[in-house]
């Protein structure tokens, strides 16, 4: 029973009832698995370019660069830092007072070798009057790291990752989100000298990371010799979903609707406003310092120069589809590059004549199309590659998670388990269409692949619905390619002890 007062709040977030309709038989009736058809790999999906292609596709970069191109680096950086944390926040709240863990050992062995140890030092001499090497031979563990978590220390318990301190080097310690302003200046530096870098940020961070852009920008900008144009947005509210309790009816907290992000695949909207053709997906975690930074450019050039590469191949036919001069020959060319250099697949064009196989193609061929990195399987948490089965009867490249696989389906399981690699959130895409036009980026994600998490509030257990991921299910639809890149190109900071392994000192 819906009441005035959430036909206001609905409103005021741009969701309308028909929408809390869906998602409320989303929670009735689940989702389904996805059916799959083999995990990709080397030996089929996943491309490793030799030396000779590497440099046709860096070739191929380097002159689109030179053309009035837009380029964007896209970085989700909303999510706050505190999971990073976990291991000292539970020290914190410990009946001990010294490090018993080996992580809280580690942390304290080698504190000084963190790039936000200076800052944290004087936090220290502020809050307690005391050194920090004196507050450790005192014993004083907590006092060092409340200075560093709690909100009248350095806060970095509630920032967000991309104000934390990740590098150092001699000119002074560094956030990842000037690591990202470092790198959009080496790999996607329009020919007029422009760096268009979009950040997704909390609106409680949002005046932070203006700050810091502001005092940092012409530094680099006079480094690199290039103008950053740097745009933030927020998940917009209307990307929200609605929390249930366990009988699937509307959660309430003191009578109002309780809604909650609807995760990053909300960011869907943030990435269709960009008036870009070409933009670079990376998590705002994933930098390493200048030393390091070598493969990464080579391979985001890479993988940018195959993706503009196929995109040429793919408006060539497009247009020559149109055109209506083309042979069978030609059709049947088109249609084996569709299945053999896109990986989209459908058995039954077989049976379908030239006039109704055309259709087919224009529809498949033209939709935004992304190249995606994938690194060899470590043990990382992240999506798999595979080919799925789409609700069309086709059969393409998807990058799925674990709440998308039947595990109880001993088959599904072994080829999730046993895949040889993993998405790292590395990505480029083209979103124009061979006419010019952007596509809407919303037509093309597969609503059946959001999730239900359990979750609570105040004390009550709620179910929450995720929408489907920005690289998962709101890019299912697109055109997706992948290719090995080296595992040098992905290291994610997950803990705070992360940054103290040799890629991130």
């Not at 080996?102 to 944290?120: C, G, M, N, V």
């Not at 990740?166 to 000298?193: M, P």
């Not at 799925?388 to 998807?398: E, I, K, M, P, R």
């Not at 093309?444 to 009550?460: L, P």
Request: overall charge negative.
């Amino acid at each position: 029973m819906m009441t005035q007062e959430d036909y206001a709040l609905l409103a005021s977030k741009g969701i309308s009832v028909q929408q809390i309709a869906e998602q409320l038989a989303c929670f009735e009736n689940g989702f389904p698995y996805l059916k799959l058809d083999a995990a990709a790999s080397v030996q089929r999906g996943i491309l490793v370019p030799q030396a000779d292609e590497r440099k046709l596709y860096l070739k191929a970069w380097e002159a689109y660069m030179r053309t009035d191109c837009c380029v964007v680096k896209f970085v989700p950086a909303s999510g706050a830092a505190s999971r990073m944390f976990k291991d000292l926040f539970e020290f914190l709240s410990a009946s001990y007072r010294e490090p018993q863990t080996s992580f809280e050992k580690y942390f304290f062995e080698h504190i000084d070798r963190f790039a936000f140890y200076d800052e944290l030092r004087a936090a220290c001499v502020r809050l307690t009057a005391k050194e920090l090497e004196v507050l450790l031979e005192e014993g004083n563990y907590k006092a060092v790291v409340s200075a560093l978590l709690d909100e009248n220390g350095l806060n970095y318990g509630s920032l967000p990752k991309g104000l934390l301190r990740f590098h150092r080097y001699d000119e002074g310690a560094r956030t990842a989100f000037e690591e990202h302003l470092v790198e959009g200046a080496l790999y996607a530096t329009g020919r007029n000298g422009n760096v268009n870098v979009h950040f997704t940020v909390s609106p409680e961070h949002r005046a932070l990371f203006e700050a810091l852009l502001k005092q940092k920008a012409a530094r680099y900008a006079k480094r690199y010799g290039v103008n950053y144009r740097v745009e933030f947005s927020e998940q917009k509210p209307a990307t929200d979903t609605l929390a249930v309790d366990l009988q699937n009816h509307p959660f309430r907290q003191e009578g109002a609707l309780l809604f909650r992000p609807g995760g990053h695949g909300a960011l869907i909207a943030n990435l269709n406003e960009l008036d870009a053709d070409i933009v670079f997906i990376k998590n705002i975690d994933n930098v390493v310092p200048d030393k390091l930074k070598s493969d990464t450019v080579e391979y985001k050039q890479l993988i940018a120069g195959m993706l503009v590469s196929l995109q040429q191949q793919v408006f060539a036919y497009l247009q020559l589809l149109d055109s209506g001069k083309y042979s069978h020959e030609q059709v049947l060319e088109i249609l084996q590059f569709l299945q053999k250099r896109l990986f989209c697949k459908n058995p039954e064009v077989k049976n379908l004549e030239d006039a109704e196989l055309v259709l087919y193609l224009k529809e498949k061929l033209n939709r935004p199309m992304r190249v995606c990195g994938m690194v060899r399987n470590v043990g990382e948490p992240g999506g798999g590659p595979f080919f799925a089965y789409n609700s069309d009867g086709t059969v393409s490249l998807q990058i799925l998670e674990s709440s998308q696989i039947n595990m109880n389906d001993e088959e599904a399981k072994e080829l999730f388990e046993h895949g040889t690699h993993f998405n790292p959130v590395d990505l480029v895409c083209a979103i124009r269409d061979y006419k010019g036009r952007k596509f809407h980026l919303p037509d093309y994600v597969d609503k059946a692949t959001g999730f239900i998490s359990r979750k609570s509030k105040n004390g009550r257990e709620l179910k929450a619905l995720e929408l489907p991921g920005l690289w998962n299910g709101a890019m299912s639809n697109w055109n997706t390619v992948f290719v090995e890149v080296p595992l040098t190109t992905f290291n994610p900071v997950k803990t705070v002890n992360d940054l103290l392994r040799e890629e991130h000192q």
